[in-house]
């Protein structure tokens, strides 16, 4: 968008949302990158619902370097300290306050606990402050964890089949499909794992930076994955903000008038 296509908004009714993805290894079969695309697809689908509610949703440009202490050993992974994701998330979160806008969601899909750690201390501050509502569904706890299937349930689901269908349903290109399907199940739970006090994916039972099952992943469970995380991100921006009526009839029964959905 332009900028007079952004000023041309009533601000009170923009909701920003904000990909936040991670740099890391995702086994040898998807891409270091593979946190942003679900993060992204999250974005877009819950701005598509909350356009049909009425709103005004933009999907900003996603946040790609984060903390990732336990890919670390792998090439290609990028870690940064908390505090710096804590320091960028308060200041986009009051970059879009002084505008005026509504409420600032977080669609985010990299579950290292360094990472949500920086995560929850920027909402936290950003709530302390009060100058806009802020949704963030922390996907690890309740009640999201447990409409994401089985698999992520486990705690066995990094670069497997829950994160494999997604990145099958949007960008099918960028997975490495004969290393996908050679892959053996490696049912390790990396939240057990960080329970137990491990901190890497090799003391996890990853040394190939996997979890779960990729070989049993597909387009059609990522398209289901990605319409639940869109239905999450809406229902946590209804919390934060509260309900609004749809503008119209049209709007009400889900048709998404051209140019709502932006970014």
């Known amino acids: 968008m332009t900028w007079p296509e952004v000023a041309a908004l009533d601000p009170g009714e923009v909701v920003g949302i904000l990909p936040v993805g991670a740099v890391e290894a995702h086994g040898p079969h998807l891409p270091l990158a593979t946190d ?26 996603a946040i790609d370097y984060t903390a990732a202490p336990f890919a670390d050993g792998f090439a290609g992974t990028v870690s940064v300290r908390p505090e710096t994701l804590t320091a960028l998330v308060v200041d986009v979160a009051a970059a879009l306050a002084g505008r005026g806008w509504r409420c600032l969601a977080i669609a985010n899909a990299h579950l290292d606990p360094a990472h949500l750690g920086a995560l929850a201390a920027a909402v936290s501050q950003v709530g302390a402050e009060g100058r806009i509502a802020l949704a963030f569904p922390d996907l690890t706890r309740r009640p999201w964890a447990e409409r994401l299937g089985d698999e992520f349930a486990s705690g066995a689901c990094h ?18 499909e004969e290393a996908r399907r050679a892959l053996p199940a ?14 890497t994916f090799e003391q996890a039972g990853g040394p190939r930076a996997y979890f779960g099952d990729p070989a049993a992943a597909s387009a059609e469970e990522g398209r289901e994955r990605i319409a639940e995380l869109g239905r999450i991100l809406e229902e946590a921006v209804i919390e934060a903000v509260g309900e609004r009526v749809a503008a119209s009839e049209a709007v009400a029964a889900g048709a998404v008038p051209a140019g709502e959905r932006r970014r």
């Open 186 to 199: 490696n049912p390790a739970s990396l939240s057990r794992a960080i329970r137990d006090g491990r901190t």
């Open 36 to 61: 942003r695309l679900i993060a992204e697809a999250m974005a877009d689908e819950g701005a598509r619902r909350l356009a049909a509610r009425g709103w005004s949703p933009l999907v900003l440009p």
């Open 159 to 176: 670069a497997g089949r829950y994160e494999g269908s997604i990145v099958l349903a949007g960008r099918p290109g960028l997975v490495r």
